[in-house]
Every structure is written in structure tokens, then in C-alpha cells.
């Protein structure tokens, strides 16, 4: 994440970057938020508003500096999604139609499933 060069850029360790965030912006924010900030996996917290906000005045950037490459990585695995679908038309029209109803039942059930996790 961005995140990590700018802070490795301005020498700072979690603990500075804390440390600063907490003396010049007024947020209190732990060293290890910051490094599970960092991570690179899917299920990765962002931080809150009021963070990505002291976090772009303490390097300067604009908060889309900073965002646009999350955002892009899930573009880009929208496109690879749309993709992988590029030779339906090679398809029958019943092999079609069988996709489709595959694609509606899963939709439903993962509707019907996050109805009863929230």
C-alpha cells in the first residue's frame, strides 16, 4: 500500500508515524493499525476518514493519491472477472441459459446468506 513508502520514505517507524499523527493532527492511532494498514491482503482495514485525512496533510498528498491504487486493484480484477466471460457467445443458447440460472441460484444464495450473517 501507499501507505508503507510514503512512510519508509520519510523514515518514519510505526511508532514515529503514530507518534506524529498523534502530535501534529490530534489522532491517536496504534503502530500496529498502521502495519495492518499496510498489508496487502483482501480483508486489510482501511483506515477511518478522519485518519486518511491527517495522513494526507502529514505527507502532503491528496486523499486520491493515496486511495487510487486500492481502487485500481479492484478494477482490475472487475476486468479480469468480465474477461474470463469474453467467449460466451461460443455458447449454445441452452448452455447459455443454464450459466444463467447457475449465476441467479449462487446471487440468491449468497443474498439469503449475508441476510443471516448481518
Not at 5 to 24: F, I, P
Not at 28 to 38: D, N
Not at 96 to 103: E, G, N, T
Request: with cysteine; aromatic share 6%.
Amino acid at each position: 500500500m501507499r501507505i508503507r513508502s510514503l512512510r519508509e520514505s520519510r523514515g518514519l517507524s510505526y511508532r514515529k508515524m503514530a507518534k506524529e499523527l498523534k502530535d501534529n493532527y490530534g489522532i491517536q492511532v496504534s503502530a500496529t493499525a498502521i502495519q495492518k494498514w499496510e498489508e496487502e491482503k483482501e480483508e486489510s482495514r482501511l483506515p477511518s476518514r478522519d485518519k486518511i485525512s491527517a495522513i494526507c496533510q502529514l505527507f502532503n498528498i491528496s486523499p486520491s493519491f493515496l486511495l487510487d491504487e486500492l481502487f485500481a486493484g479492484e478494477s482490475e480484477d472487475v476486468i479480469g472477472r468480465l474477461a474470463s466471460f469474453s467467449d460466451l457467445e461460443m455458447l449454445t443458447d441452452e448452455d447459455f441459459s443454464a450459466l444463467l440460472q447457475i449465476k441467479n441460484s449462487l446471487i440468491l444464495h449468497n443474498k439469503q446468506h449475508l441476510k443471516i450473517v448481518d
